[in-house]
Structures are given as C-alpha cells and as structure tokens.
C-alpha cells in the first residue's frame, strides 16, 4: 500500500523560508513524476510545483517561480520544496501527489496518490 508523508510544514514569518518533505511509503516502483499542489482557505487546488526523477526536469508555477527549488531527497523515495521568500499568500496546505505515467506537470485528476497534506502558515 502506498503512504505520502508529508513534513516539515509550520508558521514562519513574512520573507522566511521553510523546506517541506514528502516521503512515498510502500512506493515499489521507480517513481515518475512527483508534484506539490497547495489548497488555500475558499481557493481550489493548485500545482505549485513537479519534477521528473529520471531526468531531472522541473516545473514551477508562477506563484512560486524563482522561490522554490524542488529536487529529490536524501532516500530514493524522497522529494522536497525548498520556499524561500515566503508570503502571506503563500499560507495554505501543501500536498505532494505522485503520477506514475505522466510528465510534469501533471493535474491533481492525474494523480493517483496523494499525502495527508501539511500547513503552511505565514504571518505578515
């Protein structure tokens, strides 16, 4: 069975930076393409954020562009978001979700799993 975690969410202050950690659990396979979407209060789901493992490739949404980096972890199955310059509208849940077919970036309908979410609240 397969388990996202997500970590490393908080309250951080207006301009602060915060690296958030997404785990695959029970991931067999070599993963594809891992993506972080964001949910903030009244506001649908957003991509942020996606890479491709293989070949490295990223994708970045132009609310984060140029202050995040995402790239993968220490262990094989871990992928992070370094948020840097971090604002107020950044406040939101942060997901990380997995497509094992589909290249980056991919849609949270794409998607076939997905973490328990983590908060991310920043104070101006």
């Known amino acids: 069975q397969v388990k996202l975690v997500e970590s490393g969410g908080g309250l951080v202050q207006s301009g602060g930076s915060l690296r958030l950690s997404c785990a695959a659990l029970g991931y067999t396979s070599d993963l594809h393409s891992v993506a972080w979407f964001r949910q903030a209060p009244g506001k649908e789901r957003e991509g942020i954020a996606c890479i491709q493992i293989k070949d490295g490739r990223t994708y970045y949404a132009d609310p984060v562009k140029g202050r995040s980096t995402i790239g993968r972890g220490e262990t094989k199955m871990t992928v992070y978001l370094q948020m840097r310059r971090l604002k107020p509208e950044d406040t939101a849940i942060y997901y990380c979700?997995?497509?094992?077919?589909?290249?980056?970036?991919?849609?949270?309908?794409?998607?076939?799993?997905w973490g328990q979410g983590t908060q991310v609240t920043v104070s101006s």
């Open positions: 979700a997995i497509d094992p077919f589909a290249n980056c970036p991919f849609s949270d309908d794409e998607a076939d799993w």
